[in-house]
Structures are given as structure tokens and as C-alpha cells.
């Protein structure tokens, strides 16, 4: 009896293992079916340290002139002691978490009951009620596509109040940064919870959840794919544009605002920065629709990756130019500033124009042309996870026949301008560019292992074709 007990739990065991690998060579999108050692150190590395350089940035700002040497040399040399390095870090507020709630509570009565209207009279914004792209379980979901009328109503409301009403400072955010960050991670870490909890009592679709049994990867890259509450508040496409982006360019107008009153100017290096990273933030809402075609929405899961990443690391270490120059007024020559402007226009052009190109392709379905002339592309098949057979191309002229993900060169010369404008004296600033460099080589790396679970031979074609990840003739 005993005996065929554990053969009927073995075959079950092999049962289930056969279907994971089906569904692992099946299940193109997503991420992993089971942990490895590697990953699961990864894992509980960020986990554990995420959060502490987040801190560790920000601290070295408010005490330390934004230097990253110094706190440690001191805990070193005996001169400081963690507990007062942490006694001076301002505290949580009542004024912080008010205004961080009332800030997350705007912009969700923006996202959820404000239809979009931006689409109605903007020629070329494609905004709306749009569909995403096919769930490995086969589901098409819809989105109320509103960030740009987001973005347009809450900075009106913010110059309104710094030119009109005057409830608050526009240093308010700058004032409140330590205070708020806290917040942040409240709020970080209660939807990646959330998020979790549901994905096992209420997902919203069962068949779209990866379960490994690893409770720290489940945590973090998430189990549920498209997590929602009611039929429009989708947590990825909330999370991922708002509040975090909608935010980005009133921290650094706040930062604007902190050096006005500090110095009596605003720097051309601000300005840049400003300029710069305005012009990344509002590409992005003009182009949301696109970006539910992105890794983002397509492949990752809603776990403490996004959830939290978005709330904290996204907001605190992207806009860390503008504070840096808080601390660090730089006032850039006349041939610099015009250069680090160029950098970034042309890093911003290659960018946009490399993903127009792959969009254009996909819309037309190759009935288009690239560059004065009819695309050249590689004909693949792949299957879904309920074995439905699909065929799609991949595209190999235009900035596509240059490298496989040259959309993110662009990228990386943006990011590397921002850098620059803030000079050489200090290299906090620069923990932009080497994120962004280790993020995006890991996204090209991890793309393409999806990839070629997903096309197999048909991947190997395109590689052949096109031999370089991001800088032609180099990698």
C-alpha cells in the first residue's frame, strides 16, 4: 500500500514537473518557473540592500554634502557611529504623510475616474481605452491609457500654486524629501504585500500566476501578472507611470525652486537636467500606449520589484542630478552646456526613433518603409502556453540592423548627459549612468534568453543577422 502510494506521488510529481517544462518552453513570457542558487542570492541581496542604498544616498546628501566616501571614512575612523548618522536623519512627520497621501490619492482619482480626453484634440496622442498585449493564459486586457492628462493636470495645478495661490512652497517636496521617503517605503512595501496576499486568495486571472514555492522570489519578482482591483486599476501600469513619473519632473522643478531660494539663480545645469529628463518623462506618457508592449507590461510579474522599486528607487535615485546640484550649484560653460544638450537631444532622437521604427513595423505588419525603403526582416514562430501556434517578425534594417536593442544606446547617452551636467567634482551623480548601463545589459541578456526560449532556431537566424546587442561593431 505503502508502495503505491509513492508511486502514485511520484508519477504525480513527474506529472507536474512535465507540465512545468512544457509550460517553460511554452511560457515565453514571465519569469522564472523555479530558482536558482544564483538568483535567489540576487534576490535576497537586493532585498536586503535595496533599501539601505537608497538611504545611504540620500543620507550622504543631507549630512554629508552628497559625498560617498565620507560617511564611511568617519565610521572608520571612529569619528561617527551608525546610531548617529541615524539620529540625525529626520524622522517620519504627520506633514510628510499627509501630503505623500494626499499626493497617491490625486493621482489614483486621476488614473481611475477620469476618463482620457488629451486624445480627443491632440493630433497624433493615441490615448483611451487601449488593449495590451496577449498573457501567456491567452487574456488581452484593456487600459484606460490617461498618464499624459495626468502629467498635464497636475503640473498646471503646480504652476498655478507657484504663480497664483500660493498654498504651499515649491520647495515643499525638497524640504520634505527624508520625511517622504519613508513614506515611500510605507507604501512600497504595503502593495508588494498586498500583491502577494492577493495572487493567492483573489488573483484576478489564475492562469496568468507563476508560483516557485521560493518565498523570497515569489516576494519580489511577484506571482500574479497583471494584478488588478475593479475592472480599470491595473497595479502594473498604476505603479510604473504614477505616481513615481508623474513625480519625477515636480521633484526636480522643487529642486529648481531650492536653489532659487538658496542661491538667488537657477544654474544652466539645472536647467539641462530639467529639460532633459522633462523631455524622457513626457516621451513617456505620449507614448504609453506603446509602452504596453514594453518587458515591463509584457513579461514581469507585480511583485516588491516594481511595487517598491517604483515608489522608492525609482524617484529617490533617478532624480539624484537635481539634488546633487541643490548641494552643488554648477554653472556650466557656454560649449559644455551646448554639448551635454546635443548628448542628450541626440541620445533622446535614437531612442525614440529606433522604438518608432520597431512600432511602425509592428503596426503595418512590414507593409512599411524604414529609411526610404521596404524593411528587411526575419519570419519566426513560437507557441503559447495553451499550445496555440503564433508567427511574428523581427525586424533587421534600420536602426534594428544596427544592434538588437539600440533603442537602449539612445538611452544610455541620455542618461550619461544628465551625469554630465552636474560636472566632476563628486561621483554621486554618476550612479545614474552605471545603473543604467548594468540595468539595460541585463535587460538585453535577459530579453534575449526569452527570446530564444520563445523562437528558438528562429533566434539564432536573427542573431546571425544582426551580431550586436548595443554598440555596433563592439557588443
Not at 538658496?262 to 544652466?268: A, I, K, R, S
Amino acid at each position: 500500500m505503502a508502495a503505491r502510494q509513492e508511486k502514485k506521488h511520484s508519477e504525480e510529481r513527474n506529472r507536474k514537473s512535465t507540465q512545468n517544462n512544457t509550460r517553460a518552453s511554452q511560457g515565453q513570457w514571465g519569469r522564472a518557473w523555479e530558482v536558482d542558487w544564483f538568483s535567489l542570492a540576487s534576490i535576497l541581496f537586493l532585498l536586503m540592500f535595496a533599501p539601505l542604498i537608497v538611504y545611504y544616498f540620500i543620507m550622504s546628501c543631507d549630512q554629508y554634502q552628497c559625498s560617498l566616501i565620507d560617511p564611511v571614512i568617519d565610521l572608520l575612523m571612529g569619528n561617527q557611529h551608525l546610531s548617529d548618522i541615524w539620529n540625525k536623519t529626520p524622522a517620519l512627520t504627520y506633514r510628510a504623510a499627509g501630503i505623500y497621501a494626499l499626493w497617491v490619492t490625486f493621482q489614483v482619482i486621476l488614473y481611475v475616474f477620469i476618463p482620457d480626453f488629451c486624445h480627443k484634440f491632440i493630433p497624433g496622442y493615441v490615448g483611451g481605452v487601449q488593449e495590451g498585449a496577449v498573457t501567456p493564459a491567452g487574456v488581452v486586457n484593456k487600459y484606460e491609457i490617461n498618464g499624459l492628462q495626468a502629467w498635464i493636470i497636475t503640473h498646471v495645478l503646480w504652476f498655478a500654486n507657484a504663480y497664483y495661490f500660493h498654498w504651499f512652497s515649491p520647495t515643499i517636496i525638497f524640504d520634505n524629501w527624508i520625511p517622504l521617503l519613508w513614506c515611500a517605503n510605507i507604501l512600497g512595501y504595503a502593495v508588494s504585500t498586498f500583491a502577494m496576499i492577493k495572487s493567492y486568495y483573489f488573483p484576478t486571472n489564475a492562469k496568468d500566476c507563476k508560483f516557485t514555492g521560493n518565498f523570497f522570489y515569489d516576494y519580489m519578482m511577484g506571482i500574479e501578472f497583471n494584478p488588478r482591483i475593479g475592472k480599470w486599476f491595473d497595479f502594473k501600469l498604476f505603479f510604473n507611470g504614477r505616481p513615481g513619473i508623474v513625480a519625477w519632473t515636480l521633484i526636480n522643478l522643487s529642486y529648481a525652486a531650492k536653489q532659487q531660494e538658496l542661491y538667488g539663480q537657477v544654474t544652466n545645469s539645472m536647467i539641462l537636467v530639467n529639460v532633459l529628463q522633462g523631455i524622457y518623462v513626457l516621451d513617456f506618457f505620449w507614448n504609453e500606449a506603446w509602452y504596453l508592449k514594453t518587458i515591463d507590461i509584457c513579461h514581469d510579474h507585480f511583485g516588491w520589484y516594481l511595487g517598491w522599486g517604483d515608489c522608492v528607487w525609482l524617484p529617490y535615485l533617478y532624480t539624484l542630478q537635481g539634488l546633487y546640484l541643490v548641494y552643488h550649484p554648477v554653472q556650466l560653460g557656454t560649449s559644455n552646456a551646448i554639448g551635454i544638450l546635443m548628448l542628450g537631444l541626440i541620445g533622446y532622437y535614437i531612442f525614440r526613433m529606433t522604438n518608432h521604427q520597431k512600432d511602425l513595423f509592428r503596426r503595418t505588419n512590414g507593409n512599411c518603409k524604414i529609411w526610404g525603403k521596404k524593411p528587411e526582416y526575419i519570419e519566426c514562430s513560437y507557441m503559447s502556453v495553451d499550445g496555440t501556434k503564433y508567427y511574428s517578425k523581427l525586424l533587421t534594417s534600420g536602426f534594428w540592423g544596427w544592434a538588437r536593442h539600440f533603442n537602449y544606446t539612445g538611452d544610455l547617452m541620455g542618461s550619461l548627459a544628465y551625469c554630465l551636467a552636474c560636472g566632476f567634482e563628486h561621483i554621486l551623480p554618476y550612479f545614474y549612468i552605471v545603473y543604467m548601463t548594468i540595468l539595460l545589459t541585463h535587460r538585453c541578456i535577459r530579453d534575449e534568453h526569452r527570446c530564444f526560449s520563445k523562437y528558438g532556431k528562429d533566434w539564432k537566424r536573427y542573431t546571425a543577422a544582426v551580431p550586436y546587442r548595443l554598440i555596433p561593431g563592439i557588443f
